[in-house]
């Protein structure tokens, strides 16, 4: 018997990964892709054995359509304040459907009573999670190495400069391929039900150690550039951030430069095996987005 697996945030950095990686598979499982547009699901149609599905909130007929007869469900929700919200519909309809295990990707800090506003955003989602029923997994992710490839590329590139208002904050920065893998293993294993894994990459560092391991690989200067909180905010405002994303992205920055993600896990290697690719492994396979 097959197993059907609908991944919402299918185009997103870590959904497009478990896709991939879910596809590769052999056996009987089922890929859904869950996409707002379908248009931009399109680059997922030339994966093997990939079912593309339109999920729009404003739709309770196409939310039935992506659930019918999906077993599991590997929930991805942008991080906005609306993202609890969002997250209790798409439990709703996967209780409804007999979804039989949510595997949550949730952020370091979830666990914690007086978190950040982002922390508290999955915590409430978690707790929902827990009071459904439904056998869960929560995936608490550190700060994605990709984010600098999707970010930061542009200054890197043409500047030389990596501009952020970490200080001299450690991250313990975790490539997505390593979360996805996670997330392949919790899905078509056993025993991680009732679980909540915190996932990191194998060190912490600064931007300065960021920036020193980019000039390595690139072969140019790379510099870090601490920008002042107030001059962060403006910078996200000219850029059409809303405030209250501004306020949340500098909290999450405020607890990055205290050391609040330096801590680092071995959790990847327990679960897939193998040890987390390092922030160099991830800079030399992206080197062409920052030259």
Request: aromatic residues 8%; negative net charge.
């Amino acid at each position: 018997m097959h197993t059907t697996v609908l991944i919402t945030g299918a185009t997103g950095t870590v959904g497009r990964e478990v896709v991939i990686q879910l596809s590769m598979l052999e056996g009987d499982i089922r890929v859904r892709a869950g996409v707002h547009s379908l248009i931009k699901g399109e680059n997922l149609k030339r994966l093997p054995g990939v079912e593309i599905v339109e999920m729009d909130f404003e739709s309770q007929a196409s939310l039935h359509a992506a659930f019918t007869h999906a077993d599991k469900l590997f929930l991805i929700t942008p991080s906005t304040k609306y993202q609890v919200d969002m997250s209790r519909t798409l439990v709703d309809e996967a209780k409804k459907k007999g979804v039989k295990h949510i595997v949550k990707l949730s952020g370091i800090g979830a666990d914690e009573e007086h978190g950040i506003e982002m922390a508290r955003w999955h915590t409430a989602i978690e707790q929902y999670i827990v009071a459904s029923g439904i056998p869960y997994t929560f995936l608490r992710s550190a700060a994605f190495m990709q984010n600098f490839a999707n970010y930061d590329a542009e200054s890197i590139k043409n500047e030389g400069k990596l501009y952020q208002p970490l200080g001299e904050g450690r991250v313990a920065y975790i490539d997505v391929r390593d979360i996805a893998a996670v997330g392949v293993e919790v899905l078509t294993g056993s025993g991680h039900e009732g679980k909540a894994y915190e996932l990191t990459g194998p060190e912490a560092l600064s931007n300065y150690d960021v920036a020193h391991i980019l000039s390595e690989v690139t072969g140019k200067q790379v510099a870090y550039v601490d920008v002042p909180e107030e001059a962060a905010r403006q910078a996200m405002l000219q850029q059409q951030q809303p405030a209250w994303m501004a306020d949340a992205l500098l909290e999450l920055n405020r607890m990055y430069k205290a050391g609040g993600s330096s801590k680092v896990t071995d959790t990847v290697r327990q679960i897939t095996g193998r040890a987390p690719r390092s922030f160099r492994q991830f800079a030399e396979d992206y080197r062409e987005c920052f030259v």
